[in-house]
């Protein structure tokens, strides 16, 4: 699709090219041959570029695939060894020999009574049956308890029943006697009960092994006594019962007292035995509901974590290796490094139970259960896609670098001959509108000192109005004198042969002789100019012709873009080593995007030609030459519709002040 996509392009732009063949002048005629064998060889280079792409790519997405073929028959092999040493284990503790779990493993033997035994890391929390003693044997105790609630009675009938030979018995009314006396408020009495309530370790009460409620309300007590020191001795030692798995416990009564303690710091491995818990009660729980029959080989997701697990079934129960997936995965690290592959493992559902499956881009290969004979599918994915495609990538960076240096090559000729067409022709019709713009200042002035001279010449003017002619005829010379003399030193600003006469200058009669000047020049326009000058101290050096020149021009400026009567505002002031000389009119405005573009040679705005406002284009360029030979800088603020403001920023000349001199001491 590629090579008829770029065949296509080059027939297009063959049809392209003859169409400007046939229509164009001879300098098109060469733009357009220089295109069409540009693109043809572009698309050539192109087109066999890809081929060659392509068939490198297909051998080497082979030699990939080949070698992850491999590496997967070598992962599963792997994997079903080990799990054969995991059932090896488990069948010999199952039988009674001393066995080691693989790390981080447990192994456990249950029955439908529960978990009989186990091997490996502490199981926080398992299923057990909770017996109670018959309730009637505390019916009396408790009524003189609850209903009379007299606690002294009570106290005495709970303490004959703790010497009964019954554990359950025994640990239920100690329980109770505690109760009791802490309803009197005799808890420093209590504490010692609770301890021989401790005693009884495993025997259930209340729901939970006779030690962990003994030690659950000993710290309840402390606390409510005050005595902060045993409290958190009982605390930790509690804590450390609890994580070590010291209790018979379900999960519900684990989470329970395990809330009950905050403060408490979480063993580094407590997630991991809590997940491992949870995954031999799911074993149990599953093999119970399938009747003693299970599968020998399984993969148990567990909120969090995922663990492979191998089953055997015995005449009093099962038995059961369980391992994070890491484990069965570790023994392989080695492996897959020098393989340089990754490997995901897939349950029977679809799920990720161990890695994270690779980009779409990646070399993979997909071994599904039935082809491995495991109860999960394996998929194996390249780890290192640079190594497996480095020597083909250097080719293609190669050709690549050679293609793309080509279609820089053109593209930049391309680009270099726009470029180069289009400043011409700007600059040809910039040139263009300067000339016809200095043809139109220049025309009116010469007519009109032609028409006052013909009517000297034929003697039609009285000696009342001759000199008014004369006065006519000096105004527009001068006039024709200071347009030539703009455009020569323009000239000569451009050319960098513009040399400034700098001296100490007061700007505040500067700029105020500058405005006078352009009022009389202008006396006939009705704008009014609005000055706000300080009094007088502002010093610049500068060349004063040249600055007054640049005021000049923007006050020109602003008489031409503005409407008539519209008040035109001149300020002068300092902002620390600075002065900024401000002239704001209310006139058209300048677009944002013009608003560079106008401080550069016979660049006018667009409002130029909507108001039909006369002008060559030079009068700012000129101000920025100024401005920038006398080390300052000119900015515009302005906005469609609402004015203008044009701002000259002029360095302060330091003023050097003279020390005064101490009086001289008289005589005596």
């Not at 229509?23 to 280079?45: K, N, Q, T, W």
């Not at 408020?185 to 003994?214: I, N, Q």
């Not at 000199?467 to 005829?473: D, E, G, N, S």
């Amino acid at each position: 699709m590629i090579g008829t996509g770029i065949f296509s392009a080059i027939l297009d732009s063959i049809s392209i090219t003859m169409a400007i063949w046939e229509y164009r002048d001879a300098p098109a005629r060469i733009m357009a041959l220089f295109a069409l064998v540009g693109i043809i060889l572009l698309g050539g280079v192109i087109w066999i570029s890809w081929r060659l792409f392509e068939q490198d790519r297909a051998l080497e997405n082979e030699r990939v695939r080949e070698r992850l073929e491999s590496a997967s028959v070598l992962i599963c092999r792997e994997m079903d060894r080990t799990l054969a040493n995991w059932e090896r284990i488990l069948d010999g503790y199952l039988k009674g020999a001393a066995v080691s779990a693989p790390p981080g493993a447990v192994v456990a033997a249950f029955d439908r009574a529960g978990i009989s035994r186990h091997l490996g890391p502490p199981l926080l929390f398992q299923s057990v049956a909770s017996p109670d003693p018959p309730s009637d044997i505390f019916a009396a105790a408790e009524a003189m308890e609850f209903r009379q609630k007299d606690y002294k009675k009570a106290s005495v009938l709970y303490r004959d029943l703790a010497q009964s030979p019954d554990r359950l018995v025994r640990a239920g009314a100690l329980m109770r006697l505690a109760r009791c006396l802490r309803g009197e408020h005799r808890a420093s009495e209590a504490l010692p009960v609770y301890a021989k309530l401790a005693e009884l370790g495993d025997t259930p009460v209340a729901g939970a092994p006779a030690a962990l409620l003994a030690h659950h309300e000993r710290i309840v007590l402390y606390q409510a006594l005050g005595d902060d020191q045993n409290r958190e001795r009982e605390t930790e030692s509690l804590a450390a019962a609890l994580q070590s798995g010291s209790f018979r416990i379900d999960r519900e009564t684990y989470e329970f007292y395990r809330e009950s303690l905050p403060g408490q710091a979480v063993s580094p491995n407590e997630g991991m035995n809590l997940a491992l818990a949870e995954a031999v009660a799911s074993i149990r729980s599953r093999w119970l509901e399938a009747q003693g029959s299970y599968p020998a080989r399984i993969a148990m997701p567990v909120p969090g974590h995922c663990f492979l697990a191998v089953v055997r079934n015995t005449p009093e129960g099962a038995g059961a290796l369980i391992a994070g997936s890491d484990e069965l995965i570790s023994s392989m690290d080695a492996s897959l490094h020098e393989l340089r592959v990754l490997i995901q493992v897939i349950d029977a559902q679809g799920q990720a139970i161990w890695g994270e499956r690779p980009g779409k881009d990646v070399p993979q290969v997909l071994k599904t259960s039935f082809q491995t004979g495991l109860p999960w599918s394996v998929l194996v994915a390249s780890s290192d896609g640079a190594a497996d495609r480095s020597v083909g990538a250097s080719r293609r960076k190669l050709l690549l670098a050679a293609v793309m240096l080509i279609t820089f090559a053109l593209a930049a000729a391309g680009y270099a001959i726009f470029r180069s067409v289009t400043k011409e022709v700007r600059v040809a019709q910039l040139q263009s509108d300067f000339v016809a713009a200095v043809s139109h200042e220049f025309r009116t002035p010469l007519a009109a000192m032609c028409h006052l001279t013909e009517s000297l010449e034929d003697d039609r003017v009285d000696d009342v109005r001759r000199p008014a002619f004369y006065h006519a005829m000096a105004k527009e010379s001068r006039r024709l004198k200071e347009m030539v003399e703009n455009l020569l030193d323009f000239a000569r600003m451009e050319s960098g042969r513009e040399v400034y006469r700098k001296e100490e200058l007061e700007m505040v009669d500067l700029v105020r002789g500058t405005v006078l000047a352009f009022q009389e020049q202008h006396a006939g326009d009705s704008r009014p100019i609005d000055l706000e000058l300080p009094a007088a101290g502002m010093h610049v050096l500068g060349d004063g012709e040249a600055l007054a020149r640049a005021v000049r021009n923007l006050l020109d400026n602003a008489v031409k873009y503005s409407p008539a009567s519209s008040p035109i505002r001149l300020s002068l002031s300092a902002d620390g080593a600075k002065i900024a000389i401000a002239v704001a009119d209310q006139g058209a405005g300048i677009a944002k995007a013009e608003q560079r573009e106008i401080f550069r040679k016979f660049v006018r705005g667009s409002s130029s030609r909507s108001l039909n406002v006369k002008g060559t284009g030079i009068g700012l360029a000129m101000v920025r030459h100024i401005v920038d030979g006398h080390g300052g800088k000119i900015t515009v603020t302005s906005e469609p519709g609402r004015g203008s403001r044009f701002t000259i920023e002029l360095p302060l000349k330091a003023r050097r002040i003279e020390p005064r001199r101490p009086p001289r001491p008289q005589s005596s």
